[in-house]
């Protein structure tokens, strides 16, 4: 199973996400699942910004050769699920064929789910991004819980 996490720089929340998420998987034994993750609005090659990097390697999580690019339908088409941050994201998602498979993240098997997404730090200080960890971590760790088991 792919997993696509989707923001719009792919410098700040997705790629915190992807790293989550892959460890996620390492801890619950899903070597079925890959994680990806792409921007609405990436610069190719960007880096991961500051504040994502210094809160990942806080938490020993590894992001420094993250490298930004472009949502693109063949990224939508290739992945089984797309998590995006907004619903703005979610709208190009939908818009490059990702339907049925394509959501926001906070509402991801989950009706009460706040649509609105995850709060964006860019901008903001060190704080703001421990929060966005914080929440990234804890909707993700939910997506694990619904996510459907591996198939033979």
Same mark, same amino acid.
């Given at each position: 199973m &792919?997993?696509l ?8 929340r997705?790629?915190?996400a ?21 921007g ?7 880096p ?5 990097l210094?809160v ?21 088409l290739d ?8 619903p ?6 939908l818009?490059?064929?990702g339907d049925? &498979?394509?959501h926001?993240?906070?509402t991801?098997g989950?009706?009460?789910g706040?649509?609105a997404?995850v709060?964006?730090?860019?901008g903001?200080?060190?704080?703001d991004y ?5 929440e ?6 939910r997506v ?9």
């Amino acid at each position: 199973m &792919k997993l696509l996490f989707v923001c719009t720089g792919n410098t700040c929340r997705s790629p915190l996400a992807e790293a989550i998420a892959r460890r996620e998987a390492i801890g619950r034994g899903r070597e079925d699942i890959d994680v990806e993750s792409a921007g609405t609005s990436a610069w190719d090659g960007a880096p991961a910004s500051d504040g994502s990097l210094l809160v990942a390697l806080e938490r020993q999580l590894d992001i420094g050769g993250h490298a930004a690019r472009q949502l693109t339908a063949a990224l939508v088409l290739d992945a089984d699920v797309i998590l995006t941050m907004g619903p703005h994201h979610l709208e190009r998602a939908l818009a490059l064929g990702g339907d049925g &498979k394509a959501h926001v993240l906070t509402t991801f098997g989950n009706d009460t789910g706040d649509p609105a997404g995850v709060s964006d730090p860019f901008g903001g200080d060190l704080e703001d991004y421990r929060a966005t960890y914080e929440e990234l971590h804890r909707e993700i760790r939910r997506v694990f819980d619904v996510l459907p088991a591996r198939t033979a």
